[in-house]
């Protein structure tokens, strides 16, 4: 196929026209499908239902330890959970807190500590006249809802395909004492699929930042989610790495089951440096007595150990990864060479990341709804749902079946070509 | 029994030789025995081992809706959840939100929210010189642990048969403006076993509260939580009563069924007007994507509906109801007609309140611990741990096995016996 932007104008407005026509066809289907959310599907949930059958009423409730899980206590969480998801996000256990079934609550509730009682003795956020938080974008809705709640400033930063733009995170985070912290998805990063590179890693870890109290929010919610057997990336550990430049206290690390077992009901996970658990332990007791012990052993009861949960998570990939390349293929077959897109092949996670040419991604989005497809709103991807390029578009395989997602992501590419070829026939 | 202000300094100078004989010979046993916390015993984390058999793997785990339990989504909690706490509670399900394990943590993230958003568009708290919360005492500590954590200001008001002063309630409130809530237990009160009368929620409800963003944090933990079928403490429902009375948003009511299944396992609800959940729903939709469907589904499998609650409860009764009596037994045969210290006879709840003699609670508790006995802390029912009095001790009957327990309250009243026997001596 030729290049859009090499077409006539003649050319374009029949292309629009014969799309036009097809577009037709696909409303009158009357679809109602859904790209929007990073949720596993049925079969995913499935793999997991083995876990309602490891706690029985004939079973023993007690940890290791001999504490009976179905009562009150353990703050931190039950010491073989701590091990398990110690080994999951490679972490020694006495660095870990267990909590309850969101690792996003978890964010949450460290952002709000930081607003009212500040990081380990430094000023509460809420009394500081500004505070900034930098987002690399395109990045997670959900962390950039958190931030804008509490009034934060957010920064957006590049992403590339070794992780954020480090030179500008380095200049930002030396100069400005208002910048107390960045969310980062590590691994297979939602929506780009990236994972950074050592060298960002490293750049992170050995950050000067002006605020003593700036923390890297790292947010491996993908840590073992991998698509492939044979192609999966790694990354540097962060806590070790800053614990080797001297910013041991620098980085609060997130995680959860949340896409292992089942998202509603998986545990979350929090590793961090002692200094910055203890200042953490010093907020939860007032909090909560203890997060939900049971549910705790019944994770641990149902894989094992690493070794188990690893080979639970190929299980997912072998339904996942046929839908991911279902829509890569769907796209490379209708976009591409055409110019007006490009969208990532990724490793794993739980998203493909779309870039149209500049100005249509709305246009896009809006196009498909009108057709029956939902996707993540266009601009979802950067802070306060703004992308200043309008061209990021986040795609989510998992949930559709593997027939609804391909009768999707053919619906999304004939929308793309329809408003990008009326963008170039603007632009004439 | 002779009164103890009645006798000689002889005949107390014998006694105290003679108790402490008896003293010794409790030291000399190498007890360890708990009687500090409110939590339930074995047997009864026993009576819901059957929640562990209504969810398998050959279960749909949908609700009546259609709803898969197991993905994300239901931010509220789920439909038929909310029928079963509703009618736990006596509100419309409409007006409930199911959370997580804990209603502690859900008290704590409402004061969190007030702190920094403030309530429904009031300024947040964080940005107020002063915020003052009313504490009736005795109370609980760890509603007096949230509100000294945030750094507001606490003010006792004292508990009397009927519930709090209301007098003393009504000045301050409707002449303060930094007073913003008060921590209530309305029905079988932590830890005087004290249900509040009509008269006391009607006054409650009725409040004029110079302060827009007022609200009662109703802890209504014990709702359900009676000792004897014949002998049945009722209350009247606050939410109904503030809406007749004008204030419908005055109040967030919470509740769990932290004591009713396991409490670390539990399911947490509040209720409160429309426009409270309004207010509410529009942060935790930033905090999470929703609590743990599951075992939402879970509680409700395994109770049916509230007269299969009702039932179970009647179960947990026959387990503690006996240590109750145990309790009350001792502390009669013991202490009766003394006239060193007087205790509630609660018809639900989890406690017996013990006031002994002014100016020695802390040191019975001490000789206590010193013999291998945990009580709660003295003064820990009062805000800041400090009970001007030094007389109230919180008696949690519900944990230790009947014969441990029979021998911790002997060694209780025998401690209280030397130490108000002391104290008589000291003032002679």
Redesign the interface.
Known sequence: MAKYSEMSKEELEALVKSLSEEYKKYKDKDLSLDMS?G??C?EQ?DL???M??V???N?D?SCEDGT???????LSGIQEAKVLLGDMMENHPDNIIIY???S??VM??TV?RA???GIMGHT?W??LDKVKFLCPVPGYD?HF??TE??GIEMIPVQMDENGPDMDEVERLVSSDESIKGIWCVPKYANPTGTSYSDEVVHRFARLKPAAPDFRIFWDNAYGIHHLYDDRQDYIVEILAECKKAGNPDMVYKFAST?KIT????GIASLATSLNNLEDITN?L???????????QLRHVRFFGDIHGMTEHMRKHADIIRPKFEAVEQILEENLGGLGIGEWTKPNGGYFISFTSMEGCAKEIVSMCKKAGVKMTDAGATWPYHKDPYDSNIRIAPTYPPIDDLKLAAQLFTLCTKIVCAKKLLSQM
Chains 1, 2 share one sequence.
């Open positions: 959310r949720k596993p049925r949930l997991s239902m083995g309602m059958d706690l029985t009423s079973d409730l009976d899980c179905r009562n009150y206590g353990t309850g079934n969101s996003l609550n949450y509730d709000a607003m009212t009682h509460p809420c009394k959900r809802a958190i709640y509490f949340s089942f998202p509603g009901s907020q007791k007032n909090q909560t007595i203890g997060h939900d012990k049971v549910n």
